[in-house]
């Protein structure tokens, strides 16, 4: 068994790993009875943290926002630093994306209204330098990560690419960063099959409270499913080219998921697509092969175009 602060912070890391918990939930974890884990919320209470009860047989508790910071050892301006810093770190390529966005959606959960106010003044008074891409909405992903690690079904509005807006109702099951873009691959339970979202896409309604049982899927299974189903649905050229190189060379040398056929160990057939020819045929030239064009007139007048621009490019300049 913990002793008493031990398991006063092991309590408190389980008020903010979820939504809510039931007193028997609480004391199973623990391994004490249900009397210890009341007189252990008091004593959470006591030392400033609002912890919400829920009365009845099933009754259970929830770490709820409070009118002043928990004593966290931050002040009210540490804090709202702290948040800014940790929206703006978890929509940056630094490799610390979802630490950033479990830390904040941590401290959102108890930040009091007037600093919430606070955070998002300054969100709002932030401007972006032109041709850069706007940054993502911190609150909007703290609210799709507070769901996947609650476990509780997400409910959103979302924005099509072609501009039409449908509500969606979905079982979050991970975050996906890809570039200066978020997805979300949740099972869609309008259509009984996953789906994949773009975050900047989407307005989450308010919490559901409803509960699921997450479905099993490696992290490398995810990150593929998501990259395929992204690339493949933007695709608006395709090709089929026969690369004259080894099938491992090729797959990792190009920077977009590809099908890769092997046809003898220093040849492979390549089916890939882009939305710009001339970009997909710049892909094709960084491989340091030669290529045959087996399907695909756009690729190959794209290579025609831009033999002929870099001829004109090297016209004046020494051959030797």
């Known amino acids: 068994m913990l002793e008493t602060s031990a398991r006063l912070l092991e309590l408190l890391s389980l008020l903010q790993l ?3 918990w039931t007193s028997s939930e609480l004391a199973d974890r623990l391994a004490v009875s249900t009397r210890t884990v009341r007189t252990d919320i008091g004593k959470l209470r006591s030392l400033g943290y609002p912890v919400d009860a829920r009365p009845g047989v099933a009754g259970g508790y929830r770490l709820a926002a409070g009118t002043v910071m928990p004593p966290l050892l931050l002040d009210d301006d540490e804090a709202v630093a702290v948040a800014v810093g940790l929206g703006a770190v978890a929509t940056q390529r630094l490799g610390v994306e ?3 966005l479990t830390a904040l959606a941590k401290l959102e959960q108890v930040l009091p209204s007037r600093l919430r106010r606070r955070v998002e003044a300054v969100r709002e008074a932030t401007s972006v330098v032109p041709g850069a891409r706007p940054p993502l909405d911190p609150s909007v992903l703290g609210a799709v990560a507070a769901a996947i690690r609650g476990h509780e079904r997400l409910r959103f509005k979302y924005t099509k690419p072609g501009g039409g807006e449908r509500a ?3 079982e979050p099951q991970r975050l996906v ?5 978020w997805y979300l691959l949740a099972w869609d339970l309008d259509r009984g099959d996953w789906r994949v979202f773009r975050v900047d896409r989407m307005v989450p309604h308010a919490p559901t409270g409803a509960r699921f049982q997450p479905r099993v899927i490696p ?5 593929e499913y998501v990259v395929g189903r992204v ?3 933007a695709w608006t050229y395709r090709a089929r080219v026969l690369v004259h190189a080894p099938a491992a060379q090729v797959a990792a040398k190009i920077p977009i998921p590809v099908d890769v056929e092997v046809v003898d160990e220093s040849t492979c057939r390549v089916e890939l697509g ?7 045929a710049l892909w094709m030239a960084q491989l340091d092969a030669d290529i045959e064009v ?3 007139a756009e690729l190959a007048v794209a290579f025609d175009r831009l033999a002929k621009r870099f001829r004109r490019a090297a016209g004046g300049a020494s051959t030797t």
């Not at 882009?274 to 997909?280: E, F, G, V």
């Open 274 to 280: 882009s939305d710009d020819p001339d970009r997909l």
């Open 294 to 296: 087996l399907d695909g």
């Open 177 to 181: 960063s890809w570039g200066p873009l």
């Open 98 to 100: 979802e630490t950033s």
């Open 219 to 223: 992290e490398d299974h995810v990150v």
């Open 231 to 233: 690339s493949k649905a």
């Open 18 to 20: 979820r939504r809510d």
């Open 168 to 170: 969606r109702h979905t």
